[in-house]
Every structure is written in C-alpha cells, then in structure tokens.
Nanobody, 120 residues
Framework: QVQLVESGGGLVQAGGFLRLSCAASGSILSINTMGWYRQAPGKQRELVASLSPGGSTNYADSVKGRFTVSRDNAKNAVYLQMNSLKPEDTAVYYC??????????????WGQGTQVTVSS
C-alpha cells in the first residue's frame, strides 16, 4: 500500500502565492511520474503539472509561467509553487504518483486533495 499526503493549501488573495507539498510513503520500489491535478466545482479533474524522474515537465496552458513543479526523489516528494494566483485557480488540488510497488506492479495513486481558494 502507498499513501500520498498533501499539505500547503489554503486561502489567499489574488496575486498571492502558495506552495503545495506531497510526500509518498509505503511499499515503493520507485516512482515514475509525479504531479498535480485539480478539480473545480462542476468541472472535470484536470492536469496542472507533472514531472518525470528525469526532469521533463508538462504544464497546463493556464498555469504556464506562474506555477512550477519540482520533486525530491530521495524523499519521494513533489511540490507545486503557485505564484500570481487567480480566482480561477480555486479548486481542490490532488497529488498524483505513478508508483512501481515492491511487488513490481505499476499503480496510479492519488492524494486526498487539498483545497486552494483564491479570493478576488
């Protein structure tokens, strides 16, 4: 079993910043892609940013230039630095990790979600 624990959400004014953190623990042999998704009320969950073990990144067009994803492979952790936040960034943010478990299965795991609210 693998757990993803997120932290760092909250309420911030437009133009402000937040940093989300996510740490994976449990039966982990290695972690492939890690990243962040978000889901706003009434909308589908969407990719915000992802990062491969080798450092390749993928960002949603709406966050390019404002958000930065990073990871610490030694800590099995991924981070999302969110700058110049806008009200439309308001959503529940979910950490995601594609994990090779100790029994050598490749499994997609999700965190419990952390609320980010940006006031105008």
């Amino acid at each position: 079993q693998v757990q993803l624990v997120e932290s760092g959400g909250g309420l911030v004014q437009a133009g402000g910043f937040l940093r989300l953190s996510c740490a994976a623990s449990g039966s982990i042999l290695s972690i492939n892609t890690m990243g962040w998704y978000r889901q706003a009320p009434g909308k589908q969950r969407e990719l915000v940013a992802s990062l491969s073990p080798g450092g390749s990144t993928n960002y949603a067009d709406s966050v390019k230039g404002r958000f930065t994803v990073s990871r610490d492979n030694a800590k099995n952790a991924v981070y999302l630095q969110m700058n110049s936040l806008k009200p439309e960034d308001t959503a529940v943010y979910y950490c995601n990790a594609v994990v090779k478990t100790r029994n050598r299965l490749l499994v997609n795991y999700w965190g419990q979600g952390t609320q980010v609210t940006v006031s105008s």
